[in-house]
């Protein structure tokens, strides 16, 4: 049996330390092409727009 240990809690306030750590997972070549074209238009990074629609997703389930 594999040795989990759990995430650290993330950093709600948005602020970005410099440091970081990767997050993998596959998506679609053309979800990913709509999704960083978004980012671009909208002028913030893929990370930024990751976490933001994250924590809109996180409020609306929260209710």
């Known amino acids: 049996m594999a040795n989990r240990q759990a995430a650290a809690p993330a950093n709600d306030a948005g602020t970005d330390s410099g440091k970081g750590t990767s997050l993998n997972f596959k998506v679609d070549p053309e979800f ?14 893929m990370t930024d727009l990751l976490r933001e629609g994250y924590a809109l997703s996180k ?3 929260q209710k």
């Open 32 to 45: 990913k092409k709509e999704f960083k074209g978004f980012a671009v238009a909208q002028g913030i990074s």
């Open 59 to 61: 409020k609306q389930r």
